[in-house]
């Protein structure tokens, strides 16, 4: 695949997935990096087909089963939302061979269409696994390296970043283009990827009827990214229903372009029915979107902390789930008013993590992890204070104030 090759936490994952199943799904936003993934683990060993040319697509939609004949496994179908027909005769091909692997290795960016196909026709035939823009460990080359908490992790990750370079890489964010071709005009991209979502992604979906309507919401939903999200509200603004609200929201959250936040309760049907945040999954957009161009500008704004935010709860979400994992992420809020911003859950712990802008980190800050520590007490692991500095020490018992390259 050339020397732009970045790799990806999810290589091993991959390769293990496609040796047990007869098929793998890999879904995520567009330009993520799906189809180079797939194509740098199996280009020696699979067959490349992308569904999204019309006439491949109707080929394929028209005749499924001389389109399978022509293209047998092992095979990369590429874009299979533009096909969700083809499933059932795909299905139809692996019951023949039940006991073969790794035959169908299929590509998706919506979610949404995606899954109410493939839970009717290759439950469990299929391994269904994400990949979203790069974490900051997958660009720096180091893919494997653990989470703060975890065991295997050292002191620091021994890679710090000047506040101009840190601000510089949140407007950028993680997309695999703009990391390989560090020349690339990361507004620029941006703006065509907005466009190209709403055209490509968004107008294929039944809930979306004015494109430039739904644009409006973007911009409205990034302006209030990290707060408590109220419908109400952003139905008012936008003149729509609540309804409507609540389906884009679902769309965004089908298509991998938010992540949907909620309270953290030790009673998991509470989790449910409260107010939840919403995050852009990738920070460069949310940058976008806000319309930050400049490093001091972001950082110096009031948007600075919901992009610092961002960035974090990204880097954690990208981390888990490039492992195969489904991130346990929540955030923590008392009646009193005392709020955490991420909880991590995993293995019957919860680790707070509190996020802060300034890179001078004071006892004070630790004072809501200490009240969630001991409102939790015996499931609670010691937390942290994330921030842009480059200071790493323990900042109260149990708290230690972390600096965002060492996430």
């Not at 499933?87 to 949404?112: C, H, V």
């Amino acid at each position: 695949m050339g020397s732009s090759y970045i790799k990806r936490s999810l290589e091993p994952v991959l390769k293990k997935a496609a040796s047990e199943f007869p098929a793998v799904v890999l879904t995520g936003p567009r330009q993520s990096g799906k189809t180079t993934i797939l194509k740098h683990l199996f280009a020696g060993q699979c067959r490349y087909i992308s569904l999204e040319p019309p006439d491949v697509r109707a080929s394929a939609m028209e005749d499924p089963r001389a389109f399978l004949e022509r293209y047998p496994p092992p095979v990369i179908f590429d874009e299979v939302q533009y096909t969700p027909g083809l499933f059932p005769y795909i299905k139809e091909k692996i019951d023949a061979d039940r006991d073969k692997s790794g035959q169908y290795l299929l590509t998706g960016s919506q979610n949404l269409l995606l899954m109410e196909k493939l839970t009717e026709s290759l439950a469990g035939r299929a391994a269904i696994l994400r990949l979203l823009p790069l974490s900051r460990r997958e660009a720096e080359g180091r893919p494997l390296f653990p989470l703060p908490w975890e065991s295997g992790r050292g002191e620091s990750s021994e890679k710090h970043l000047s506040f101009g370079n840190l601000w510089e890489n949140f407007l950028r964010g993680g997309y695999p283009e703009l990391a390989a071709k560090p020349d690339r005009d990361a507004n620029l991209w941006h703006a065509s990827y907005v466009q190209t979502y709403l055209e490509r992604d968004v107008r294929n979906l039944r809930q979306i009827g004015d494109l430039s309507q739904f644009q409006n919401f973007l911009r409205t939903l990034a302006a209030r990214s990290a707060q408590l999200l109220n419908l109400t509200d952003v139905a008012r603004d936008l003149g729509v229903a609540v309804n409507t609200i609540k389906a884009w929201v679902s769309v965004l959250e089908a298509t991998y372009q938010v992540i949907v936040l909620r309270p953290y309760f030790a009673n998991v049907g509470k989790r449910l029915v409260k107010t939840p945040k919403v995050y852009f999954t990738d920070v460069g957009t949310l940058c976008y979107l806000t319309g930050l161009k400049d490093p001091e500008h972001a950082a110096s704004g009031p948007m600075g902390g919901a992009i610092m935010e961002t960035a974090v709860l990204s880097e954690i979400v990208k981390t888990l789930v490039h492992r195969g994992i489904e991130p346990h992420v929540y955030f923590w809020r008392t009646i009193a008013g005392a709020e955490v911003d991420i909880v991590v859950e995993g293995g019957g712990k919860v680790v707070p993590i509190e996020i802060k802008l300034s890179a001078t980190p004071r006892p004070a800050m630790a004072s809501a992890i200490k009240t969630l520590q001991k409102d939790l007490e015996g499931t609670s692991m010691p937390g942290y204070v994330v921030h842009p500095g480059d200071v790493r020490l323990p900042i109260a018992p149990g708290v230690t104030a972390l600096p965002f390259a060492d996430l």
